[in-house]
């Protein structure tokens, strides 16, 4: 199993362009989550996705988009790149609801100039 | 609101013991975690341990739970410089975990 996998690893964005970073788990786990890391500040939660075609919002939602379209993928768009979405994003799947173990993937550093 | 505290450095010297402490505010978590986040990667479970229990011991690690205060610890025994990392408490009482800001462990040789 790869576990999750994310790409990309790095990426540099100019104010107002958009890209999407792709998240993939192999465990065929239904829950997936997209945390957003700022030095000092611990890990913020964005999306949320409970299964195919469920998703919802999380603490810090604004500016992004995510879809559920397959339990493996759970992708998150930014429109309109800001320079304060500079931060390193990681994606998480977990299999329960109780004991919610998270797998986190290796993580994206954006920087938005 | 549901927050996670915890202390954001900690140097110890290799073959000493390490304490990360932790305070919670959410009563209702069934369990509570420790992640450990190495340089350039994303976080790992550690060890975990159930709300109904006070202690628990794996190999170097002992994690001690106060309910009554709401505090967590985590105990390296014999610290090692790979134990190097930043630390993570968090809470869960569902699917969604709240995770604290991580404290920085520095093992000096």
């Known amino acids: 199993n790869a576990g999750v996998t994310q790409t990309p690893k790095f990426r540099i964005l100019k104010i107002g362009q958009s890209m999407t970073l792709q998240c993939t788990q192999d465990m065929n786990h239904n829950y997936m989550y997209w945390y957003r890391q700022d030095p000092g500040m611990g890990l913020k939660l964005i999306y949320y996705?409970?299964?195919?075609?469920?998703?919802d919002k999380g603490e810090v939602p604004n500016g992004y988009n995510v879809s559920r379209s397959t339990t493996e993928d759970f992708p998150l768009r930014l429109e309109l790149a800001a320079p304060s979405q500079t931060s390193v994003y990681f994606c998480?799947?977990?299999?329960?609801?109780?004991?919610?173990?998270?797998?986190f993937g290796p993580g994206t550093r954006l920087t938005v100039l | 609101g549901e927050d996670v505290e915890q202390s954001l450095f900690l140097s110890v010297r290799e073959g000493d013991s390490s304490v990360i402490n932790c305070t919670y505010t959410?009563?209702?978590?069934?369990?509570l975690y420790w992640y450990k986040q190495e340089p350039g990667a994303g976080l790992q479970l550690l060890t975990y341990i159930f709300s109904n229990m006070d202690m628990k011991q794996d190999q170097r690690l002992t994690v001690l739970l106060n309910k009554k205060d709401k505090h967590l610890s985590l105990r390296i025994a014999d610290t090692q410089t790979g134990d190097s990392a930043i630390y993570f408490c968090?809470?869960?009482?569902?699917?969604?975990?709240?995770f604290g800001a991580g404290t920085r462990l520095f093992v000096k040789a």
């Open positions: 968090a809470e869960t009482g569902g699917f969604k975990t709240i």
């Open positions: 996705s409970v299964g195919a075609g469920i998703t």
């Open positions: 959410d009563s209702s978590s069934t369990y």
């Open positions: 998480a799947s977990s299999y329960s609801t109780s004991h919610n173990e998270q797998f």
